[in-house]
T-cell receptor, first 113, second 107 residues
Framework: DTGVSQDPRHKITKRGQNVTFRCDPI?????LYWYRQTLGQGPEFLTY????????KSRLLSDRFSAERPKGSFSTLEIQRTEQGDSAMYLC???????????FGQGTRLTVV | GQNIDQPTEMTATEGAIVQINCTYQ??????LFWYQQHAGEAPTFLSY????GLEEKGRFSSFLSRSKGYSYLLLKELQMKDSASYLC????????FGAGTRLTVKP
């Protein structure tokens, strides 16, 4: 396990379609974070998990967004009925439960046309 | 909630030293982190402070004052490849990021 991996790296979808992204964290990391980033901005927090428990979800996250981490390992982020404003880089990061920094995957770039 | 503020842009000369400041307000504190992000790439971890003081790692140093809600990242002997965005992040119950400081290193 060399790091956090995300799949796919790029996704182009039509407005109104559903998309799902996958993140595989560093295996010994308990925490997993999802962020969204647009050009010129810092990563915007979406949600995070400790093991399989989703501990916090941003109020910015509409009901169209849902994330799961069913076995406390990989996680999925689903966006339903995509809108053009959802176009962004979706970043996943993982960290130990206590101490230490979060390490990022390469991200999934979503383009909604 | 959390507020994290850092300058939007900075410019410095190759070989010089630059200090990037970050101020924060947070309801809980479990560490302050600095990341480097080149355009089109994911952030990469640079440094981590949980106690007050200076942490040095090669050309990069980071300082933290918890009582002041203040940190800085110091980059020495600047190189052209240091041109990037530098993100300040605070770990409370979750981990939140500032908007980033875009550093341009000129010859």
């Amino acid at each position: 396990d060399t790091g956090v991996s995300q799949d796919p790296r790029h996704k182009i979808t039509k407005r109104g379609q559903n998309v799902t992204f996958r993140c595989d964290p560093i295996s010994e990391h308990n925490r997993l974070y999802w962020y969204r980033q647009t050009l010129g901005q810092g990563p915007e927090f979406l949600t995070y998990f400790q093991n399989e428990a989703q501990l916090e979800k941003s109020r910015l996250l509409s009901d169209r967004f849902s994330a799961e981490r069913p076995k406390g390992s990989f996680s999925t982020l689903e966006i339903q009925r995509t809108e053009q404003g959802d176009s962004a880089m979706y970043l996943c990061a993982s960290s130990p439960a206590t101490g230490g920094g979060a390490f990022f995957g390469q991200g999934t770039r979503l383009t909604v046309v | 909630g959390q507020n994290i503020d850092q300058p939007t842009e900075m410019t410095a000369t190759e070989g010089a030293i630059v200090q990037i400041n970050c101020t924060y307000q947070t309801s809980g504190f479990n560490g302050l982190f600095w990341y480097q992000q080149h355009a089109g790439e994911a952030p990469t971890f640079l440094s981590y402070n949980v106690l007050d003081g200076l942490e040095e790692k090669g050309r990069f140093s980071s300082f933290l004052s918890r009582s002041k809600g203040y940190s800085y990242l110091l980059l020495k002997e600047l190189q052209m490849k240091d041109s990037a965005s530098y993100l300040c992040a605070v770990r409370g119950n979750d981990m939140r990021f500032g908007a980033g400081t875009r550093l341009t290193v000129k010859p």
